[in-house]
């Protein structure tokens, strides 16, 4: 499944993040792979230094490797009330996902919606 970031999303993220330029320059990157999220994310990593190896289905991967931490109560009320800066800043100091990819997770988590995503999280639990 591609996720594509529309440019009305994007600009409503810019007003979201318009404190925090690494965020912006994420957004920047996002649209200039035409908002296709999966693309954004691979470019992102490989400017922060990682190598994905896989191409398909990347973002899913990352988002869900991080799943454990995205999906603990306060930082999942963060996500359900959408992208915002506190929300990337939280992000980046619970992980070890730069501000670059945080935000491309984040944005994978609301366009996927945050209940689905986390719903694995809660059948562990119980």
Same mark, same amino acid.
């Given at each position: 499944?591609? =996720? =594509?970031?529309?440019?009305?999303?994007?600009?409503?993220?810019?007003? !979201?993040?318009?404190?925090?330029?690494?965020?912006?320059?994420?957004?920047?990157? =996002?649209?200039?792979?035409?908002?296709?999220?999966?693309?954004?994310? $691979?470019? *992102?990593?490989?400017?922060?230094?990682?190598?994905?190896?896989?191409?398909?289905?990347? =973002?899913? %991967?990352?988002?869900?490797?991080?799943?454990? $931490?995205?999906?603990?109560?306060? $930082?999942?009320?963060?996500?359900?009330?959408? *992208?915002?800066?506190?929300?990337?800043?939280? $992000?980046?100091? !619970?992980?070890?996902?730069?501000?670059?990819?945080?935000?491309?997770?984040?944005?994978?988590?609301?366009?996927?919606?945050? !209940?689905?995503?986390? !719903?694995?999280? %809660?059948?562990?639990?119980?």
């Amino acid at each position: 499944m591609s =996720i =594509i970031v529309s440019p009305a999303d994007l600009e409503f993220f810019r007003e !979201q993040l318009s404190d925090h330029p690494t965020a912006l320059a994420a957004l920047d990157v =996002i649209e200039d792979c035409d908002g296709d999220l999966e693309d954004a994310a $691979i470019a *992102l990593a490989i400017k922060s230094g990682q190598l994905p190896e896989e191409n398909e289905r990347w =973002i899913d %991967g990352l988002a869900k490797r991080w799943r454990h $931490i995205l999906c603990e109560a306060d $930082i999942k009320e963060k996500l359900e009330d959408g *992208l915002s800066g506190e929300l990337v800043d939280t $992000i980046v100091s !619970q992980t070890q996902l730069p501000m670059r990819l945080a935000v491309p997770v984040a944005i994978y988590v609301l366009k996927t919606g945050v !209940q689905p995503f986390c !719903q694995p999280m %809660g059948e562990k639990i119980l």
